[in-house]
């Protein structure tokens, strides 16, 4: 392997045995192994990836598309089907929660094992034990099984024997998100550190915000198969545009993606970005609508128990009354819903609230408590409640809200609340030139003096 390279994946393929009942694994097993009672499910697809010294490689793709595998194979803790994966340096991994860590140790014990994996001497460390307790700040935990911590304590200290051990690569799949946004800023910080000494960072993002802030170059896994390398932002709009896109309209996308992406046309590696070209645009232009995808549903919904009243329906729809969930970036959508009375309710306020996936809040409002309709509400009403708003949402998938509330005597209560009760997306634009969560800019507006 040449020597300006950290990592070199060739024609690397997993191959897992997929059984249609439990016994046919052991059929199979008297069958010997002939393959009459297996199918083959192939995870990765001869991936060919290499990643220079010293760059930020953000890995995306959505649930199940390999990119885990792909980061175990190149950590070595699993070996791939067909194919070899070479890396120059000591890598440090943070994978999925508590590998490399021994539950019944504690975690003081565990930071000696895991340090020790890495390949640190004894003394070694002695010496950074203080600069890794502090960062992990998990206080007299540290004392405790870590079979006892919670995962954010976990990812606390995991991450903190990660970077203190001076890695000449890191790899992270995720291990972040499950961190307070305090600690996961710290991290974040950290890593920028690490990159900035010259190390080779590679992790896994469900957050494209995230992909295109931290690296300089992305790749695009997709049914196990490497679809694109190349710019961040570039990488995560083909990315948006494929799992934004309806259903029947994703194979000539993905298509179009290959026939440009390609090694034929560019090096898997190069680090160039190829342009999608006329195939993509053939694809764009046909849907620049807000439409409805019923696939999109919340997993996370919260219903707390109602007290009088219940919230029905809550959703979003265009201001001709066309449900929808997958918006366009500036248009004006109605957030409604209805709350049904069974008692009678004074001063009500009813709100929402428009959350990211990990639960930061964007924007909120309440209707007006004072207004006469909602001073007294009798039993049997139904209010019908609708939060007009434009989008200036990123691009990106976002959660709502919906809560009623009202005068108990002495305080004023929720009556019913529904967490996470819909989400929605905002479709990639090549048009918007914001950047993070919300556009704020109505125009810009440059001087020029010579
Ligand atoms: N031991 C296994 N046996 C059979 N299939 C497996 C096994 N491990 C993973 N898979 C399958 O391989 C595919 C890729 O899994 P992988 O965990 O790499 O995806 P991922 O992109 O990391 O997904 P996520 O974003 O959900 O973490 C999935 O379809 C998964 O179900």
């Avoid at 249609?20 to 001869?46: C, I, Q, T, V, W």
């Avoid at 915000?209 to 170059?217: A, E, M, P």
């Avoid at 009500?348 to 639960?359: L, N, S």
């Avoid at 919906?402 to 019913?416: F, R, S, V």
Wanted: charged share 25%.
């Amino acid at each position: 392997m040449s020597s300006d390279l950290a990592i070199r994946v060739h024609g690397v393929g997993k191959v897992y045995p997929v059984y249609a009942r439990p016994h046919h694994r052991l059929l199979e097993m008297f069958a010997r192994g002939d393959g009459r009672y297996r199918s083959d499910f192939h995870a990765l697809k001869n991936i060919n990836l290499e990643i220079r010294k010293g760059h930020t490689v953000g890995i995306v793709g959505r649930n199940g598309s390999g990119k885990s595998t792909l980061l175990q194979i190149i950590c070595g803790t699993l070996a791939p089907s067909s194919g070899s994966v070479e890396v120059a340096g000591r890598l440090a991994a943070l994978l999925e929660l508590g590998a490399g860590f021994n539950p019944e140790f504690t975690g003081l014990e565990n930071v000696y094992l895991n340090a020790t994996i890495l390949g640190l001497a004894r003394r070694e460390i002695d010496e950074r034990l203080d600069d890794i307790l502090s960062f992990a700040d998990i206080g007299d935990f540290v004392h405790q099984p870590v079979k006892n911590y919670s995962s954010g304590m976990y990812v606390r200290l995991a991450f903190a024997v990660a970077i203190n051990v001076t890695p000449e690569i890191l790899v992270v799949d995720e291990a972040l998100s499950v961190g307070d946004e305090a600690f996961q800023r710290k991290c974040f910080a950290r890593i920028e550190k690490i990159r900035e000494a010259g190390a080779t960072v590679l992790f896994v993002s469900h957050s494209a915000g995230t992909v295109v802030d931290l690296c300089d170059q992305a790749v695009l896994l997709d049914g196990g198969e490497l679809l694109a390398h190349g710019t961040p932002k570039r990488v995560v709009s083909l990315y948006q545009k494929l799992i934004y896109a309806p259903a029947e309209q994703q194979p000539a996308i993905r298509q179009a993606i290959r026939d440009d992406q390609l090694p034929s046309h560019g090096p898997a590696g190069s680090g160039s970005p190829g342009d999608a070209g006329d195939a993509m645009a053939e694809v764009r232009t046909d849907r620049i609508e807000a439409w409805f995808d019923p696939h999109l549903l919340p997993a996370s919904t919260i219903a707390y128990e109602d007290r009088g009243a219940t919230i029905v329906d809550p959703h979003l729809r265009t201001l001709d009354g066309s449900r929808v969930n997958t918006l366009v970036h500036g248009e004006e959508y109605v957030y409604a819903y209805r709350v049904e009375t069974r008692r009678t309710l004074s001063r009500v306020r009813c709100g929402m609230m428009v959350r990211t996936t990990t639960g930061i809040e964007v924007a909120g409002a309440a209707t007006d408590p004072s207004l006469p309709r909602m001073q007294l509400v009798p039993a049997g009403a139904t209010v019908e409640v609708g939060f007009r708003f434009r989008c200036r949402f990123n691009p990106g998938t976002y959660f709502l809200n919906a809560g009623c509330l009202a005068d108990t005597g002495t305080m004023e209560e929720y009556i019913d609340r529904r967490v996470d009760v819909a989400m929605f997306r905002v479709m990639p634009d090549q048009r918007i030139r914001a950047t993070a969560l919300v556009n704020l800019i109505e125009a810009d507006d440059i001087g020029w003096r010579q």
